[in-house]
Every structure is written in C-alpha cells, then in structure tokens.
T-cell receptor, first 112, second 116 residues
C-alpha cells in the first residue's frame, strides 16, 4: 500500500511554516523526502534511516518515528522556491528489494 | 553530483507504434534502475526494476510484454512501450541510486509520452 500524506495541499504566505506528514502501514527501513516541480523530475531532499532520527537541510528538516511508521517534514520560514509537490518515499524493513514506494503527495504553494 | 540522463524528454506517437525511452547514469554505475509512471496530479507509481544482465522485475498489474525493459550495461536501461495506446500517455521517469543503503535516488528528467 502507498504511504498516506497529509495535508493533500497547503497554501502559505512567504515566511510561514508548514508540516507535512507521511504515514505507512508497513514497518520501515527508511523514509525519503522529495520535492517535484511541475513537469520536472523529483529532487532528493533527505533520507532518514533510524527510528527517532531527525535531520536538517537549511530550513527544511524531518523526523522519523520508527515505531509509529511515520515521518514528518518541517518547512520553516518558507520561500517562494519551496513551492511544489512533496513526496515521501519509503523502503520497507523486509521484502522491499531496495524499491521505493512514493506517498500520495502534498501540494505546497508559497505566495507573497 | 550523480546524474541520470533520460531521453527523449517528449514524444508523440501514433496508436499502435512503439516508443523507446533511454535512461543513462552519467557518472556512476547502476546495476539497478527503476522505472516509474506518473499520471497528472498523481504520485509516482513504480512499474518495474531493471537489473543489469538479468530480467527486469515487474510490479503487479504491469504488462511485461507491453513494457519491455533492457538493461544491457551498467549505465544504460531502456524502456520500450510496445503497441502504444492513448491510455499509455503519461510521464515516465527512471531513477537510480548512486550510493546504496544510505543515499537518495537520482531521477532522470522524465519523458512525456503522448499517444494519438
């Protein structure tokens, strides 16, 4: 099954913060986060490998709760360039064969 | 950084014809590549895993005879859409993982296929 993301869409004013959640029904080995602009390929943001791990990438960070099979992406002081569709990608703990399953996606629009 | 090159970026073909899409890893070797399909405003759905020197592994519901995958070298995988129909129109994207285990996936720029 595909990981479920929430919210489906969000509109922010520049400078505001947002949280995007990703929930899986399977035990996970890792969670990836990608951003895709319209008509382009997804771009890798970060990967989280360990339960409870939190990573940062400039003003974008993420956490991974291994027990709950959930991850959250935090966008702080949003910029216009943050607009796009965000996908989590998950690798299962067993039987995944190195395959990435993408979540349902969250459309983010940052306005002036 | 690791780059995956995908060609063509756009193709329009007539119904019933075949289309080949190429995916190359430019600065790393990829024993495994992945092919995804994305319909408008939807997520990326994995179609198949391309394995260098062996048969591809297809996801449930993907017709292996329709979507032919060849991974003849460590840097090249091809996807051929055979006997294309309008419902095959979609955005096809390949990906590879330059660093196994701990790194992210690098994606090609995608191919917009339109079947008329």
């Amino acid at each position: 099954q595909q990981p479920v993301q929430s919210p489906q869409a969000v509109i922010l004013r520049e400078g505001e913060d947002a949280v995007i959640n990703c929930s899986s029904s399977k035990a996970l080995y890792s969670v990836h986060w990608y951003r895709q602009k319209h008509g382009e390929a997804p771009v890798f943001l970060m990967i989280l490998l360990k339960g409870g791990e939190q990573k940062g990438h400039e003003k974008i960070s993420a956490s991974f709760n291994e027990k709950k099979q959930q991850s959250s992406l935090y966008l702080t002081a949003s910029q216009l360039s943050y607009s796009g569709t965000y996908f989590c990608g998950t690798e299962p703990l067993t039987g995944g064969g190195n395959k990435l399953t993408f979540g349902t996606g969250t459309q983010l629009k940052v306005e002036l | 950084g690791a780059v995956v090159s995908q060609h063509p970026s756009r193709v329009i073909c007539k119904s019933g014809t075949s289309v080949k899409i190429e995916c190359r890893s430019l600065d790393f070797q990829a024993t495994t590549m992945f092919w995804y399909r994305q319909f408008p405003k939807q997520s990326l759905m994995l179609m198949a895993t391309s394995n260098e020197g062996s048969k591809a592994t297809y996801e449930q519901g993907v017709e292996k005879d329709k979507f032919l995958i060849n991974h003849a070298s460590l840097t090249l995988s091809t996807l051929t859409v055979t006997s294309a129909h309008p419902e095959d129109s979609s955005f096809y994207i390949c990906s590879a993982r330059p660093f196994e285990g701990s790194g992210g996936y690098t994606f090609g720029s995608g191919t917009r296929l339109t079947v008329v």
